[in-house]
């Protein structure tokens, strides 16, 4: 899907294209959304250097991800996308052209859906491509700060359930679903720094002063965040540590349990078996009170036991 977005005097323009459409004279946001074999050829026409395939667009290396060739500036970031209580990691291309950017993406991305929102509403005064990109990476880095946010709550709520019998199995899902995220976060996070970096350090001619100070305030956005990031994973660290270890815990007071029993009715098993051997010289074989009395000795005995390891204060 081709969507052009045309924007002047805040009033924002939005034009579904096809192949057979020529680019708006106005247009400074070009978007494609999965774009089939048609219209990548399309694209081709439109573009001086090859353009991105999806393979291209999720390397990791920097040579593939941050780089200028005749087309402009190209930037291959991943953005965060929160899908029920999960943290995705999504990648979109974005080519910053002299006269409009161009983004790539093979998913649905709820930033781009809030800054074209943004825009329709006319909270935003961009009339610049590199206006553009530079909020969309502000509202990103917002983003991320929230969703670090918003893991300190799930973290709170998990320390009071560390200690609760009945919910170690959750808590020990919400870690790991936490800790994913957290991950995801961070590399969202370094990624980030990485594009700015870039483009502070090779594109700064083409972007004004204003520009260049939102970048130097997200660059010290992110620097703040990333202790916070840390400071989660080792917090993440020591409620697994803490989880594992009441968990530990648990299973030691049922094993210990178990062991007392078992020793408790060692003697009255003891018993038991002496006088199921049945021999002929036992006396209490034809004594009358003999069943009662082994009876009374099997019970006194586990008794015995039992306040034996009472008074050591081993139960």
């Known amino acids: 899907m081709i969507t052009a977005y045309s924007y002047q005097n805040r009033q924002l ?12 004279k106005d ?29 291209d667009i999720n390397e990791i290396e920097a040579s593939a991800r941050f780089y200028q060739n005749n087309d402009g500036l190209h930037i291959n970031s991943l953005f965060p996308q929160r899908v029920g209580q999960d943290v995705r990691a999504v990648n979109v ?7 409009f950017l161009l983004t790539i993406r093979e998913e649905d ?3 781009i859906r809030l800054l074209r929102n943004y825009l329709r509403l006319g909270r935003l005064e961009i009339s610049t491509p590199q206006g553009l990109l530079i909020e969309l990476f502000n509202l990103k880095v917002d983003y991320l700060s929230d969703l670090i946010e918003d893991v300190y709550t799930v973290l709170d709520n998990v320390s009071q359930q560390v200690f609760e019998n009945d919910e170690l199995d959750r808590v020990f899902k919400l870690i790991t679903l936490q800790e994913d995220s957290n ?40 620097e ?28 030691n ?12 009715f060692m003697p009255p098993t003891l018993i038991a078996s002496s006088y199921g051997m049945n021999f002929g010289g036992m006396p209490e074989l034809t004594w009358q009170f003999g069943y009662p009395m082994a009876i009374v000795m099997m019970l006194a005995s586990a008794a015995g036991t039992y306040l034996f390891f009472k008074q050591k204060g081993w139960l």
Not at 17 to 22: A, F, G, M, S, W
Not at 35 to 54: G, M, N
Not at 93 to 99: A, I, P, T, V
């Open 253 to 264: 007071k049922i094993i210990k349990i178990f062991s007392v029993a078992a020793v408790v």
């Open 183 to 222: 991950g995801k976060i961070r590399l969202s996070l370094l990624d980030t720094q990485r594009s700015l970096r870039y483009m502070q350090r090779y594109y700064r001619e083409q972007l004004s002063d204003a520009n260049m100070k939102d970048l130097r305030e997200m660059l010290s956005d992110i």
């Open 93 to 99: 291309s974005f080519n910053l052209r002299e006269s």
């Open 27 to 55: 247009m400074i946001w070009l978007d494609l959304y999965k774009p089939d074999e048609k219209e990548r050829e399309w694209l081709s026409h439109i573009s001086v250097e090859e353009v991105p395939d999806e393979d």
């Open 109 to 111: 991305v709820g930033l």
């Open 224 to 251: 703040s965040l990333m202790p916070h990031s840390q400071f989660i994973f080792d917090k993440l660290n020591f409620l697994l540590d803490a989880a594992m270890g009441f968990s530990g815990l648990q299973q």
């Open 13 to 24: 323009t939005i034009t579904e294209l096809t192949v057979d459409h020529v680019l708006p």
